[in-house]
């Protein structure tokens, strides 16, 4: 018996070490991503008011255990397309690195152009597939967002600029070249498996302590 009593518990440690290397090892992945604008006639009554726009509390600068720097590396020969042609003109371009969390526990990741005409995020996350939830405002007619009033029936705008929306929530493939098409604001992304850098890797594994046998029970 007290050799059962032994195995069981040992049987519980190893399990519960498991649990904590499992929650420990997420899939990090190189995140490369562009945002360009498309030069067309559209007119900006079309464009929806701009409301409160959604900022991640990430950046792609930042270095801790939810994100990593990186160097750009697959898009670059797109984007430099892009900007050669006299039809497009690249706002954004950055890669980074981050781990793939659940949708509950994913963080955004703010995207914002040097020029101060593209803001937004771009949150990934993992729900059994891998998804991607962007959301950007291309502030050409100006960066105010819309004003409410608590006189007025609700849902009635007072005021704000009407500017290029892209907002859309897709399952995405790792490795694959993926666009958000938009008539004036597309993006392209691409994801892809990489290890987990050192830096962000936790230095050691929670461990479990288990109570010592009482006498009583190895007596059984």
């Known amino acids: 018996m007290k050799t059962d009593i032994r195995l069981t518990r040992i049987a519980i440690a190893f399990a519960l070490l498991l649990l904590s290397f499992g929650a420990n090892a997420q899939q990090w992945y190189h995140v490369e991503l562009v945002v360009f604008e498309r030069f067309s006639g559209v007119n900006a009554e079309q464009w929806p008011t701009m409301n409160q726009i959604r900022n ?28 050669n042609s006299s039809n497009y003109r690249v706002h954004f371009h950055k890669a980074w690195q981050q781990s793939m969390l659940s949708k509950r526990s994913a963080k955004g990741v703010q995207i914002s152009s040097a020029n101060n005409l ?35 029936p609700q849902g009635i705008e007072t005021g704000g600029p009407r500017n290029p929306h892209l907002t859309e929530i897709r399952r995405v493939k790792s490795k694959e070249l993926i666009y958000f098409d938009h008539p004036r604001l597309p993006a392209i992304l691409q994801i892809t498996p990489v290890a987990a850098p050192a830096a962000a890797v936790s230095e050691t594994p929670e461990s479990y302590s288990l109570p010592e046998t009482t006498k009583s029970a190895e007596a059984q």
Do not use: C
């Open 56 to 83: 991640g509390s990430l950046s792609p600068q930042m270095a801790n255990k939810y994100i990593q720097p990186a160097s750009i590396d697959s898009l670059a020969g797109v984007a430099q397309r892009l900007n």
């Open 118 to 152: 593209v803001e937004g995020q771009l949150k990934l996350y993992r729900v059994n597939y891998l998804h991607a939830d962007i959301d950007l405002w291309f502030k050409e007619n100006g960066t105010q967002t819309s004003k409410w009033s608590d006189t007025l």
